[in-house]
């Protein structure tokens, strides 16, 4: 069994402008262009391998979690998949049941190839995922004068996912456990 912990994130072409410095003792303005330009990402962290798996999409939504779930599944084929989430509405939508109705084949629990499992509701620190998410998004606001165009955006912010090996004390925070069988 393959543990996942899984959750969406929203590039945007403003997230490259985190953060303001100025004096204290004065107001700063900062106008606020409703940029359309946004790229959504499903990812989930191995939580034995710390190998992160990243597909991007135009939103997140049923469908698309849906064919994340099967993106999941090609990368581990031989293996059933534990998935931990959120309680997005459409994690738990009835088109991402019927999928896993079918997947699972009428199987008892303990023999599903695909079982989810949601964390507790708003509660984002459960997740490690998240602290990925955001060690991406600061890594590229550090980098953010090599992104002249939102594609270019995109392509360091992959580039940093593919290429970070990610080990911090919330991937603790379950317990050490070997591979399950």
Not at 107 to 130: G, L
Not at 140 to 153: D, E, M
Request: net charge positive; hydrophobic share 40%.
């Amino acid at each position: 069994m393959r543990v996942l912990l899984l959750d969406e994130c929203h590039l945007l072409w403003g997230d490259v402008n985190g953060y303001v410095w100025g004096k204290s003792d004065q107001a700063i303005a900062i106008p606020v262009v409703n940029e359309r330009q946004k790229q959504t990402y499903y990812g989930a962290i191995d939580y034995l391998g710390r190998e992160v798996l990243v597909k991007a999409y135009d939103a997140g939504n049923s469908d698309n979690t849906v064919s994340y779930l099967q993106y999941l599944q090609a990368q581990s084929p031989d293996q059933r998949l534990l998935i931990l989430w959120d309680g997005a509405s459409y994690h738990r939508s009835q088109t991402v049941r019927d999928f896993l109705a079918q997947v699972n084949q009428g199987q008892p629990s303990s023999q599903w190839q695909i079982h989810c499992v949601c964390f507790a509701p708003n509660c984002p620190q459960q997740n490690p995922i998240e602290d990925v998410w955001l060690q991406a998004k600061t890594w590229v606001r550090r980098f953010s004068g090599l992104a002249k165009s939102f594609p270019r955006l995109k392509w360091l912010f992959e580039w940093f996912l593919q290429n970070t090996n990610f080990d911090f004390s919330k991937l603790q925070m379950y317990g050490a456990f070997s591979k399950i069988k």
